[in-house]
């Protein structure tokens, strides 16, 4: 049954097989000179050279990447948007208890950003503002829940708690004893769409984009910093990396986020008679309460995007083999089955891989390097698509000393603590992945390890 619903399967990203992806621009050829160089175009260096045009016309920014537009991770997402900027309220709690009332504010004023800046640009990117679920697939994990749904309402979430008949009324699944459904200000986008739409904005603005020259070093100058591409050198008085877990030339960066994979599944569309056995008439983007969580929404064309299967290859690899075997997704399209049964035979158009640039605060950060002439703007832990926004204008604030409300927080002020190195990372996220695998159903060892890193400030 597996092998017959991977049959037709293409391996790679549903939302870049699409002719609508635009021509890359030319590689940078020679020496240039920049006021703000970005590097790395995804969600967050698309993000930053708007606003940083927005707020300083005079600019004159360059952006580059390694490859093309979207083609990293903010094109591999699932694209499901969130209002809070902190990977969720119960993680902001965690992380920062003493500012949530300031991070509920950003959070909020940030969506109204991304929603204006869409409709300024004119970013046609498929949104659906239809709230996000998250759904109990245990009746243990209902207390959990409730807890949640008390902690967004003491803040003013618009939230609503659905016992399994009510949830079975959302979205049709066997597992599902209950979900607690925030209904306002979140929803679903075309990532793709979305990075190629701010794409286009960067440039209206004069921002000089060039796609598919990797940066192969840098060399702090003093007063200014000099990058070398394999064709080209850039010199800019400030420089703003926004490459999540992508090696870089600062060795501290990379001690501070890691490159895990998450693995994604997209259904060919479903039929109206398969829409209304799944009954998903709201289209909510939905998270389950599994410890190694599952997420998926539906597309335009009503395909689910179906994710989860996190893992973690040596050294953070950014292209392990595993993710072009069809076999790797085997496990994945087992739990999709058992959530959906009544899909059964349904196949799979596209399966594919993406890199999640983990942090031990679950959220993004922006610090300093080389005497604040550059700042390293990541760590969003698999919640960046607005929250991108908001990490692009806190290094932006940081890197030209603009006044800034987060920059009176912890967010500004603190930086997440450092992984270990290989091996002991690869060693300590190998038996992670393997206790988050058998954690629900086993218990043991497995529970314990899995309470035990997150007593140590990893988000679980």
């Not at 694209?79 to 950003?106: K, W, Y």
């Not at 950003?113 to 503002?129: H, M, P, Q, S």
């Not at 890197?399 to 990372?425: C, K, M, N, T, W």
């Not at 035990?452 to 679980?460: C, V």
């Amino acid at each position: 049954m597996l092998v017959e619903a991977f049959e037709h399967t293409r391996m790679m990203p549903f939302w870049l097989d699409t002719p609508e992806a635009p021509p890359p621009t030319p590689a940078l050829q020679g020496t240039t000179r920049a006021d703000l160089l970005i590097v790395g175009a995804g969600f967050t260096g698309l993000w930053a050279a708007i606003q940083a045009k927005e707020l300083m016309p005079e600019l004159d920014v360059v952006l580059i990447d390694a490859s093309r537009v979207a083609h990293g991770a903010s094109g591999r997402a699932g694209g499901i948007v969130s209002t809070s900027i902190m990977h969720g309220l119960p993680n902001a709690v965690r992380v920062f208890p003493n500012d949530i009332e300031q991070l509920e504010a950003l959070g909020r004023s940030n969506l109204d950003g991304f929603e204006a800046a869409l409709a300024r640009y004119g970013i046609d990117a498929d949104v659906e503002w239809n709230g996000e679920m998250t759904v109990a697939v245990d009746e243990a994990h209902l207390e959990g829940l409730r807890a949640d749904h008390d902690l967004h309402r003491r803040h003013g979430h618009n939230v609503v708690l659905l016992d399994r008949a009510q949830t079975a009324e959302h979205i049709r699944s066997p597992l599902f004893a209950g979900a607690l459904w925030s209904r306002d200000r979140s929803g679903t986008v075309h990532p793709a769409k979305l990075a190629w739409g701010l794409r286009r904005a960067a440039l209206s603005l004069g921002v000089r984009i060039y796609e598919t020259p990797p940066m192969t070093r840098l060399r702090d100058r003093g007063d200014s910093v000099r990058v070398w591409t394999p064709v080209g050198e850039i010199e800019a008085r400030r420089v703003l990396f926004g490459t999540g877990a992508a090696k870089t030339g600062i060795s501290d960066m990379n001690q501070r986020v890691a490159a895990v994979r998450d693995h994604v599944l997209a259904t060919e569309p479903l039929t109206t008679e398969q829409m209304a056995q799944l009954g998903w008439v709201h289209r909510q983007g939905v998270y389950d309460t599994r410890t190694q969580l599952n997420y998926f929404r539906l597309t335009k064309d009503n395909r689910i995007i179906f994710g989860g299967l996190v893992a973690y290859h040596f050294n953070g690899n950014p292209e392990p083999w595993q993710d072009g075997c069809k076999s790797t997704y085997y496990r994945l399209a087992q739990v999709f089955h058992r959530t959906f049964p009544q899909l059964a035979g349904i196949r799979f158009s596209h399966a594919w891989g993406g890199p999640i640039d983990y942090c031990s605060r679950g959220s993004v950060f922006a610090k300093p390097y080389l005497e604040g002439r550059a700042v390293f703007v990541a760590g969003y832990t698999g919640f960046g698509i607005a929250a991108s926004r908001f990490g692009a204008r806190m290094g932006l604030n940081m890197l030209f000393d603009l006044e800034g409300p987060e920059r009176h927080l912890d967010v500004a002020r603190q930086s997440p603590v450092y992984i270990p190195p290989e091996p002991l990372r690869w060693i300590g996220a190998r038996i992670t992945f393997h206790a988050l695998d058998g954690a629900d159903a086993e218990g043991g060892w497995k529970r314990a390890w899995t309470r035990g890193i997150k007593a140590l400030g990893f988000p679980m």
